[in-house]
Protein backbone atom coordinates (compact mmCIF):
# COMPACT_ATOMS: atom_id res chain seq x y z
CA UNK A 1 0.00 0.00 0.00
CA UNK A 2 1.55 3.15 -1.33
CA UNK A 3 2.02 5.42 2.16
CA UNK A 4 -0.31 8.47 2.99
CA UNK A 5 0.73 11.47 1.82
CA UNK A 6 1.01 12.87 5.10
CA UNK A 7 0.87 12.07 8.28
CA UNK A 8 -2.22 13.92 9.49
CA UNK A 9 -4.02 12.86 6.07
CA UNK A 10 -3.61 9.07 5.48
CA UNK A 11 -5.07 7.99 2.38
CA UNK A 12 -7.75 4.64 3.20
CA UNK A 13 -7.69 3.76 -0.43
CA UNK A 14 -7.67 0.07 -0.94
CA UNK A 15 -9.03 -0.79 2.64
CA UNK A 16 -12.06 -2.89 2.60
CA UNK A 17 -14.54 -3.50 5.29
CA UNK A 18 -14.29 -6.59 7.15
CA UNK A 19 -17.07 -9.32 5.90
CA UNK A 20 -17.88 -10.58 9.72
CA UNK A 21 -20.71 -9.14 12.38
CA UNK A 22 -19.68 -5.77 12.71
CA UNK A 23 -18.78 -5.02 16.79
CA UNK A 24 -21.24 -2.56 18.96
CA UNK A 25 -19.88 0.73 19.91
CA UNK A 26 -19.26 -0.67 23.41
CA UNK A 27 -16.96 -3.29 22.49
CA UNK A 28 -14.81 -0.86 20.02
CA UNK A 29 -14.37 1.75 22.65
CA UNK A 30 -13.56 -0.70 25.37
CA UNK A 31 -11.14 -2.31 22.81
CA UNK A 32 -9.30 0.85 21.77
CA UNK A 33 -9.18 2.03 25.60
CA UNK A 34 -7.52 -1.22 26.71
CA UNK A 35 -5.31 -1.14 23.18
CA UNK A 36 -3.99 2.41 24.55
CA UNK A 37 -3.39 1.33 28.57
CA UNK A 38 -1.55 -1.94 27.10
CA UNK A 39 0.44 0.78 24.63
CA UNK A 40 1.20 3.06 27.03
CA UNK A 41 2.80 0.21 29.72
CA UNK A 42 4.50 -1.43 27.00
CA UNK A 43 6.36 2.35 26.73
CA UNK A 44 6.70 3.06 29.96
CA UNK A 45 8.46 -0.83 31.15
CA UNK A 46 10.90 -0.64 28.23
CA UNK A 47 9.24 -3.21 26.20
CA UNK A 48 10.15 -1.03 23.25
CA UNK A 49 10.41 -3.91 20.75
CA UNK A 50 6.96 -5.26 21.83
CA UNK A 51 5.71 -0.75 21.99
CA UNK A 52 6.84 -0.89 18.17
CA UNK A 53 4.69 -3.50 17.13
CA UNK A 54 1.36 -1.82 18.11
CA UNK A 55 2.66 0.51 15.03
CA UNK A 56 1.80 -0.88 11.43
CA UNK A 57 5.15 -1.37 9.48
CA UNK A 58 4.41 1.75 7.45
CA UNK A 59 3.13 3.71 10.53
CA UNK A 60 3.81 7.72 10.53
CA UNK A 61 4.74 8.85 14.14
CA UNK A 62 4.87 13.09 14.57
CA UNK A 63 6.52 14.15 17.67
CA UNK A 64 5.90 17.89 18.76
CA UNK A 65 9.74 17.59 19.37
CA UNK A 66 11.04 15.59 16.36
CA UNK A 67 12.21 17.86 13.40
CA UNK A 68 10.28 15.39 11.17
CA UNK A 69 8.01 12.63 11.40
CA UNK A 70 9.14 9.15 11.87
CA UNK A 71 7.94 6.20 9.59
CA UNK A 72 7.97 2.58 10.61
CA UNK A 73 8.40 0.04 13.47
CA UNK A 74 12.43 0.60 13.44
CA UNK A 75 12.29 4.36 13.71
CA UNK A 76 9.66 4.53 16.52
CA UNK A 77 11.66 1.86 18.03
CA UNK A 78 14.39 3.68 18.16
CA UNK A 79 13.17 7.22 19.13
CA UNK A 80 11.81 5.35 22.33
CA UNK A 81 15.36 3.85 22.90
CA UNK A 82 16.84 7.49 22.83
CA UNK A 83 14.50 8.57 25.10
CA UNK A 84 14.83 5.58 27.81
CA UNK A 85 18.39 6.52 27.47
CA UNK A 86 17.74 10.23 28.58
CA UNK A 87 16.03 8.67 31.76
CA UNK A 88 18.09 6.24 32.69
CA UNK A 89 21.06 8.56 32.87
CA UNK A 90 18.41 11.04 35.35
CA UNK A 91 17.33 7.77 37.25
CA UNK A 92 14.18 8.60 36.34
CA UNK A 93 10.90 6.20 35.54
CA UNK A 94 8.17 7.60 33.03
CA UNK A 95 4.91 6.84 32.92
CA UNK A 96 2.36 7.92 29.87
CA UNK A 97 -1.30 7.95 31.49
CA UNK A 98 -4.08 7.48 28.84
CA UNK A 99 -7.19 9.56 29.34
CA UNK A 100 -10.30 10.79 27.57
CA UNK A 101 -10.34 8.34 24.89
CA UNK A 102 -12.33 9.09 22.05
CA UNK A 103 -13.04 7.25 18.77
CA UNK A 104 -14.59 8.04 15.58
CA UNK A 105 -15.00 4.49 13.57
CA UNK A 106 -14.34 5.62 10.21
CA UNK A 107 -15.04 1.44 8.52
CA UNK A 108 -15.34 -1.91 10.31
CA UNK A 109 -11.26 -1.79 10.69
CA UNK A 110 -10.27 1.77 11.09
CA UNK A 111 -10.79 4.21 13.39
CA UNK A 112 -10.28 7.81 14.25
CA UNK A 113 -9.19 8.19 18.18
CA UNK A 114 -8.11 10.72 19.99
CA UNK A 115 -6.47 10.03 23.56
CA UNK A 116 -5.39 12.89 26.19
CA UNK A 117 -1.78 11.66 27.54
CA UNK A 118 -0.08 12.68 30.91
CA UNK A 119 3.32 12.00 30.87
CA UNK A 120 4.81 11.82 33.94
CA UNK A 121 8.56 11.20 35.47
CA UNK A 122 9.59 10.44 39.13
CA UNK A 123 12.72 10.48 40.55
CA UNK A 124 13.64 7.52 42.39
CA UNK A 125 12.61 8.39 45.94
CA UNK A 126 11.19 11.89 44.78
CA UNK A 127 7.61 13.33 44.07
CA UNK A 128 6.10 13.10 39.59
CA UNK A 129 6.23 15.68 37.95
CA UNK A 130 3.78 16.37 34.89
CA UNK A 131 5.96 16.35 32.37
CA UNK A 132 3.99 16.98 29.57
CA UNK A 133 0.45 17.23 28.47
CA UNK A 134 -0.02 16.34 25.30
CA UNK A 135 -3.41 14.42 22.71
CA UNK A 136 -2.24 11.67 20.39
CA UNK A 137 -4.44 12.44 17.05
CA UNK A 138 -4.41 8.21 15.90
CA UNK A 139 -5.71 6.68 12.78
CA UNK A 140 -6.02 2.78 14.37
CA UNK A 141 -6.11 -0.17 12.33
CA UNK A 142 -7.53 -3.69 13.44
CA UNK A 143 -4.44 -5.94 13.10
CA UNK A 144 -4.71 -8.48 10.91
CA UNK A 145 -5.16 -11.20 12.96
CA UNK A 146 -8.49 -9.58 14.24
CA UNK A 147 -7.00 -9.47 18.20
CA UNK A 148 -6.26 -6.33 18.73
CA UNK A 149 -5.22 -2.49 16.97
CA UNK A 150 -2.61 -0.97 15.60
CA UNK A 151 -1.55 2.92 15.36
CA UNK A 152 -1.74 3.82 11.74
CA UNK A 153 -0.80 7.34 11.77
CA UNK A 154 0.09 9.55 15.03
CA UNK A 155 0.24 13.52 15.21
CA UNK A 156 1.10 14.03 18.90
CA UNK A 157 0.30 17.80 20.02
CA UNK A 158 1.82 19.06 23.24
CA UNK A 159 0.28 21.38 25.46
CA UNK A 160 3.72 23.43 25.67
CA UNK A 161 3.80 24.00 22.55
CA UNK A 162 1.06 26.78 22.07
CA UNK B 1 -40.94 21.16 32.17
CA UNK B 2 -40.42 23.32 35.25
CA UNK B 3 -36.93 23.93 36.32
CA UNK B 4 -35.89 21.83 39.13
CA UNK B 5 -36.11 23.33 43.00
CA UNK B 6 -32.10 23.32 43.11
CA UNK B 7 -29.60 22.45 40.68
CA UNK B 8 -28.39 19.34 43.21
CA UNK B 9 -32.20 18.37 43.24
CA UNK B 10 -33.67 18.02 40.13
CA UNK B 11 -37.15 16.63 39.94
CA UNK B 12 -37.65 13.99 37.35
CA UNK B 13 -41.40 14.18 36.76
CA UNK B 14 -42.65 14.09 33.70
CA UNK B 15 -39.67 12.19 32.35
CA UNK B 16 -40.91 9.10 30.56
CA UNK B 17 -38.71 6.17 29.64
CA UNK B 18 -38.51 5.75 26.14
CA UNK B 19 -40.11 2.57 24.32
CA UNK B 20 -36.84 1.68 22.43
CA UNK B 21 -34.71 -1.45 23.54
CA UNK B 22 -32.74 -1.00 26.53
CA UNK B 23 -29.39 -0.59 26.13
CA UNK B 24 -26.55 -2.57 27.94
CA UNK B 25 -24.90 -1.64 30.81
CA UNK B 26 -21.44 -1.54 28.67
CA UNK B 27 -23.19 0.67 25.77
CA UNK B 28 -24.66 2.98 28.04
CA UNK B 29 -21.04 3.41 29.95
CA UNK B 30 -19.25 3.92 26.69
CA UNK B 31 -21.79 6.39 25.87
CA UNK B 32 -21.08 8.64 28.57
CA UNK B 33 -17.23 8.11 29.19
CA UNK B 34 -17.21 9.50 25.39
CA UNK B 35 -19.57 12.19 26.37
CA UNK B 36 -17.62 13.24 28.90
CA UNK B 37 -13.87 13.37 26.89
CA UNK B 38 -15.47 15.12 23.94
CA UNK B 39 -17.45 17.64 25.91
CA UNK B 40 -13.70 18.77 27.90
CA UNK B 41 -12.13 18.41 24.25
CA UNK B 42 -14.56 21.16 23.04
CA UNK B 43 -14.21 23.36 25.75
CA UNK B 44 -10.49 23.40 25.49
CA UNK B 45 -9.89 24.16 22.14
CA UNK B 46 -12.28 26.89 22.51
CA UNK B 47 -15.52 25.67 20.81
CA UNK B 48 -17.74 27.60 23.03
CA UNK B 49 -20.81 27.48 21.26
CA UNK B 50 -20.57 23.51 20.81
CA UNK B 51 -19.84 23.27 24.25
CA UNK B 52 -22.83 25.20 25.04
CA UNK B 53 -24.87 23.05 23.48
CA UNK B 54 -24.35 19.76 25.35
CA UNK B 55 -26.17 21.42 28.08
CA UNK B 56 -29.91 21.13 28.50
CA UNK B 57 -31.39 24.49 27.59
CA UNK B 58 -32.76 24.74 31.40
CA UNK B 59 -29.87 23.19 32.49
CA UNK B 60 -28.25 24.20 35.26
CA UNK B 61 -24.04 24.41 36.23
CA UNK B 62 -23.14 25.22 39.99
CA UNK B 63 -19.39 26.16 40.08
CA UNK B 64 -17.49 26.13 42.81
CA UNK B 65 -16.40 29.71 42.12
CA UNK B 66 -19.43 30.95 41.26
CA UNK B 67 -21.86 33.11 43.37
CA UNK B 68 -25.18 31.14 41.90
CA UNK B 69 -25.61 28.76 40.07
CA UNK B 70 -26.01 29.37 36.46
CA UNK B 71 -28.69 28.82 34.13
CA UNK B 72 -28.95 27.93 30.31
CA UNK B 73 -26.75 27.43 27.49
CA UNK B 74 -26.17 31.27 27.01
CA UNK B 75 -25.43 31.57 30.97
CA UNK B 76 -23.00 28.67 30.42
CA UNK B 77 -21.52 29.61 27.31
CA UNK B 78 -20.90 33.61 28.86
CA UNK B 79 -18.81 31.63 31.61
CA UNK B 80 -16.52 29.69 29.49
CA UNK B 81 -15.69 32.73 27.62
CA UNK B 82 -14.66 34.57 30.59
CA UNK B 83 -12.49 32.14 31.81
CA UNK B 84 -10.76 31.78 28.15
CA UNK B 85 -9.99 35.87 27.69
CA UNK B 86 -8.62 34.78 31.16
CA UNK B 87 -6.51 32.00 29.78
CA UNK B 88 -5.44 34.21 26.28
CA UNK B 89 -4.36 36.94 28.37
CA UNK B 90 -2.20 34.81 30.63
CA UNK B 91 -0.86 32.98 27.36
CA UNK B 92 -1.81 29.47 29.07
CA UNK B 93 -3.72 26.25 27.52
CA UNK B 94 -6.12 24.64 29.47
CA UNK B 95 -6.92 21.01 29.57
CA UNK B 96 -9.70 19.44 31.26
CA UNK B 97 -9.36 15.75 31.94
CA UNK B 98 -11.81 13.35 33.06
CA UNK B 99 -11.44 10.24 34.57
CA UNK B 100 -13.31 8.03 36.95
CA UNK B 101 -16.18 8.00 35.46
CA UNK B 102 -18.72 6.29 37.69
CA UNK B 103 -22.35 5.81 36.12
CA UNK B 104 -25.62 5.58 38.14
CA UNK B 105 -28.73 4.66 35.54
CA UNK B 106 -32.01 6.50 36.58
CA UNK B 107 -34.13 5.33 33.61
CA UNK B 108 -33.93 5.00 29.84
CA UNK B 109 -33.06 8.35 29.10
CA UNK B 110 -31.28 9.59 32.53
CA UNK B 111 -28.73 8.96 34.83
CA UNK B 112 -26.58 10.22 37.17
CA UNK B 113 -22.98 10.04 36.81
CA UNK B 114 -19.89 11.28 38.20
CA UNK B 115 -16.45 12.41 36.67
CA UNK B 116 -13.09 13.25 38.33
CA UNK B 117 -11.97 15.91 36.51
CA UNK B 118 -8.14 17.40 36.52
CA UNK B 119 -7.59 21.03 35.19
CA UNK B 120 -4.39 21.74 33.65
CA UNK B 121 -2.69 24.85 32.35
CA UNK B 122 0.34 25.34 30.62
CA UNK B 123 2.16 28.21 29.44
CA UNK B 124 3.98 28.39 26.35
CA UNK B 125 6.74 26.60 26.26
CA UNK B 126 6.26 25.19 29.93
CA UNK B 127 5.24 22.31 32.12
CA UNK B 128 1.63 21.74 32.78
CA UNK B 129 0.16 22.65 36.56
CA UNK B 130 -2.30 20.97 37.63
CA UNK B 131 -4.75 24.03 38.74
CA UNK B 132 -7.60 22.08 39.91
CA UNK B 133 -8.64 18.58 41.28
CA UNK B 134 -12.75 18.85 40.89
CA UNK B 135 -15.89 16.02 40.49
CA UNK B 136 -18.36 16.91 38.37
CA UNK B 137 -21.71 15.48 39.98
CA UNK B 138 -24.02 15.11 37.07
CA UNK B 139 -27.74 14.51 35.88
CA UNK B 140 -27.43 13.75 32.15
CA UNK B 141 -30.24 12.84 29.80
CA UNK B 142 -30.44 11.62 26.81
CA UNK B 143 -30.35 14.45 23.57
CA UNK B 144 -34.00 14.47 21.82
CA UNK B 145 -31.96 12.44 18.83
CA UNK B 146 -30.69 9.41 20.69
CA UNK B 147 -27.52 9.82 19.62
CA UNK B 148 -26.19 11.63 22.50
CA UNK B 149 -26.17 12.58 26.35
CA UNK B 150 -26.53 16.29 27.44
CA UNK B 151 -25.94 17.72 30.92
CA UNK B 152 -29.14 19.04 32.75
CA UNK B 153 -27.29 19.33 35.92
CA UNK B 154 -24.01 19.84 36.93
CA UNK B 155 -22.40 20.11 40.16
CA UNK B 156 -18.61 20.94 40.29
CA UNK B 157 -16.81 20.29 43.76
CA UNK B 158 -13.70 21.47 43.90
CA UNK B 159 -11.18 19.49 46.22
CA UNK B 160 -9.52 22.64 47.10
CA UNK B 161 -13.14 24.07 48.40
CA UNK B 162 -12.06 21.84 52.02
CA UNK C 1 -10.36 -21.64 50.71
CA UNK C 2 -6.44 -21.92 51.37
CA UNK C 3 -4.95 -17.83 51.16
CA UNK C 4 -2.17 -17.36 48.44
CA UNK C 5 0.74 -18.69 49.17
CA UNK C 6 2.11 -14.82 47.92
CA UNK C 7 0.28 -11.62 47.52
CA UNK C 8 1.59 -11.72 44.23
CA UNK C 9 1.05 -15.21 43.09
CA UNK C 10 -2.28 -16.50 44.48
CA UNK C 11 -3.93 -19.75 43.80
CA UNK C 12 -6.70 -19.65 41.32
CA UNK C 13 -7.58 -23.77 42.92
CA UNK C 14 -10.95 -24.52 43.36
CA UNK C 15 -12.09 -21.59 41.64
CA UNK C 16 -15.39 -22.94 38.89
CA UNK C 17 -16.75 -21.17 36.19
CA UNK C 18 -19.80 -19.38 36.72
CA UNK C 19 -22.59 -21.84 34.29
CA UNK C 20 -24.40 -17.87 33.59
CA UNK C 21 -23.87 -16.89 29.96
CA UNK C 22 -20.46 -15.27 29.13
CA UNK C 23 -20.61 -11.45 29.75
CA UNK C 24 -18.84 -9.62 26.89
CA UNK C 25 -15.19 -8.36 27.13
CA UNK C 26 -17.15 -4.68 26.71
CA UNK C 27 -19.32 -5.67 29.47
CA UNK C 28 -16.45 -7.32 31.98
CA UNK C 29 -14.25 -4.00 31.08
CA UNK C 30 -16.56 -1.63 31.80
CA UNK C 31 -17.63 -3.27 34.98
CA UNK C 32 -14.64 -3.52 36.05
CA UNK C 33 -13.60 0.69 35.13
CA UNK C 34 -16.35 1.23 37.77
CA UNK C 35 -15.62 -0.43 40.09
CA UNK C 36 -11.98 1.13 40.43
CA UNK C 37 -14.05 4.51 39.97
CA UNK C 38 -16.26 3.35 42.78
CA UNK C 39 -13.65 2.19 45.04
CA UNK C 40 -11.49 4.96 45.00
CA UNK C 41 -14.73 7.49 45.46
CA UNK C 42 -15.34 5.74 48.75
CA UNK C 43 -11.82 5.45 50.19
CA UNK C 44 -11.85 9.64 49.28
CA UNK C 45 -14.87 10.17 50.46
CA UNK C 46 -13.82 8.75 54.26
CA UNK C 47 -16.72 5.61 53.84
CA UNK C 48 -13.56 3.47 54.69
CA UNK C 49 -15.74 0.02 55.99
CA UNK C 50 -17.50 0.70 52.49
CA UNK C 51 -14.38 0.72 51.14
CA UNK C 52 -12.91 -2.38 53.23
CA UNK C 53 -15.75 -4.27 51.69
CA UNK C 54 -14.65 -3.86 48.23
CA UNK C 55 -11.78 -6.51 49.38
CA UNK C 56 -12.63 -9.87 50.11
CA UNK C 57 -12.68 -11.31 53.17
CA UNK C 58 -9.00 -13.05 52.59
CA UNK C 59 -7.53 -10.24 50.57
CA UNK C 60 -4.08 -9.55 50.30
CA UNK C 61 -3.09 -5.74 49.90
CA UNK C 62 0.43 -5.29 49.65
CA UNK C 63 1.43 -1.24 49.62
CA UNK C 64 4.73 0.53 48.96
CA UNK C 65 5.46 1.80 52.36
CA UNK C 66 4.35 -0.85 54.64
CA UNK C 67 6.86 -3.58 55.47
CA UNK C 68 4.58 -7.04 55.29
CA UNK C 69 1.48 -7.37 53.33
CA UNK C 70 -1.78 -6.78 54.59
CA UNK C 71 -4.53 -9.76 55.06
CA UNK C 72 -8.25 -9.13 55.56
CA UNK C 73 -11.04 -6.30 55.39
CA UNK C 74 -10.30 -5.43 59.37
CA UNK C 75 -6.15 -4.90 57.76
CA UNK C 76 -6.68 -3.09 54.99
CA UNK C 77 -9.45 -1.01 56.91
CA UNK C 78 -6.94 0.00 59.76
CA UNK C 79 -4.20 0.92 57.25
CA UNK C 80 -6.97 3.74 55.32
CA UNK C 81 -7.96 4.89 58.74
CA UNK C 82 -4.27 5.42 59.80
CA UNK C 83 -3.67 7.60 56.69
CA UNK C 84 -6.66 9.23 56.58
CA UNK C 85 -5.93 10.40 60.54
CA UNK C 86 -2.87 11.90 59.18
CA UNK C 87 -4.28 13.47 56.38
CA UNK C 88 -7.13 15.48 58.56
CA UNK C 89 -4.36 16.36 60.83
CA UNK C 90 -2.71 18.25 57.68
CA UNK C 91 -6.25 19.37 56.38
CA UNK C 92 -5.32 17.97 53.02
CA UNK C 93 -8.26 16.48 51.11
CA UNK C 94 -6.73 13.13 49.05
CA UNK C 95 -7.95 12.06 45.50
CA UNK C 96 -6.83 8.90 43.83
CA UNK C 97 -7.73 8.98 40.23
CA UNK C 98 -7.67 5.78 38.54
CA UNK C 99 -6.83 5.64 34.61
CA UNK C 100 -5.30 3.00 32.02
CA UNK C 101 -7.14 0.21 33.12
CA UNK C 102 -5.89 -3.70 31.76
CA UNK C 103 -8.30 -6.51 31.80
CA UNK C 104 -6.92 -10.08 31.18
CA UNK C 105 -9.68 -12.42 31.74
CA UNK C 106 -8.43 -15.50 33.91
CA UNK C 107 -12.29 -17.22 33.81
CA UNK C 108 -15.97 -16.69 34.38
CA UNK C 109 -15.31 -15.25 37.81
CA UNK C 110 -11.67 -14.10 37.81
CA UNK C 111 -9.36 -11.27 36.41
CA UNK C 112 -6.48 -9.80 36.80
CA UNK C 113 -6.41 -6.34 36.06
CA UNK C 114 -3.63 -3.70 36.13
CA UNK C 115 -4.79 0.05 36.89
CA UNK C 116 -2.97 3.27 37.23
CA UNK C 117 -3.75 5.25 39.87
CA UNK C 118 -2.53 8.63 40.31
CA UNK C 119 -2.36 10.27 44.72
CA UNK C 120 -3.39 14.02 44.46
CA UNK C 121 -3.34 16.02 47.79
CA UNK C 122 -4.77 18.98 47.98
CA UNK C 123 -4.74 21.86 50.67
CA UNK C 124 -8.04 23.75 51.61
CA UNK C 125 -7.75 26.59 49.49
CA UNK C 126 -4.59 25.33 47.75
CA UNK C 127 -3.42 23.60 44.18
CA UNK C 128 -3.36 20.13 44.09
CA UNK C 129 -0.23 18.01 44.31
CA UNK C 130 0.81 14.68 42.92
CA UNK C 131 1.62 12.63 45.91
CA UNK C 132 2.22 9.26 44.52
CA UNK C 133 1.66 7.71 40.89
CA UNK C 134 0.99 4.14 41.49
CA UNK C 135 -0.05 1.12 40.02
CA UNK C 136 -2.67 -1.52 40.94
CA UNK C 137 -1.67 -5.14 40.07
CA UNK C 138 -4.61 -6.35 41.21
CA UNK C 139 -6.50 -10.13 41.10
CA UNK C 140 -10.48 -9.25 40.94
CA UNK C 141 -13.11 -12.09 41.81
CA UNK C 142 -16.82 -11.36 40.91
CA UNK C 143 -18.64 -11.08 44.51
CA UNK C 144 -20.79 -14.09 45.42
CA UNK C 145 -24.00 -12.11 44.24
CA UNK C 146 -22.65 -11.31 40.89
CA UNK C 147 -23.41 -7.52 40.44
CA UNK C 148 -20.10 -6.67 41.18
CA UNK C 149 -16.30 -7.23 41.62
CA UNK C 150 -13.49 -7.55 44.70
CA UNK C 151 -10.05 -7.34 45.27
CA UNK C 152 -8.46 -10.53 45.93
CA UNK C 153 -4.98 -9.65 45.98
CA UNK C 154 -3.52 -6.11 45.12
CA UNK C 155 0.15 -5.20 44.95
CA UNK C 156 0.78 -1.68 44.57
CA UNK C 157 4.12 -0.17 42.79
CA UNK C 158 4.80 3.55 43.49
CA UNK C 159 6.85 4.72 40.78
CA UNK C 160 8.97 6.26 43.67
CA UNK C 161 10.68 2.77 44.73
CA UNK C 162 12.63 3.23 41.45
Redesign the interface.
Known amino acids: MTPPASPTAPSFTGITAAPAPVP????V???I??F???Q??LLDEGATDKWALTFTPDAWLDLPMAPVALQGQDSVAGAARLRRDELDRE?R?Q?H???????DPVDAGTVRA?C?V?V?T????????????MTCEDVLVRAADGAGWLVKDRLVVS????
Chains 1, 2, 3 share one sequence.
Open positions: SQAQYAEQQYAQMYDRRVPCAVFVRQLLTLRGGRPDIAFSDSSG
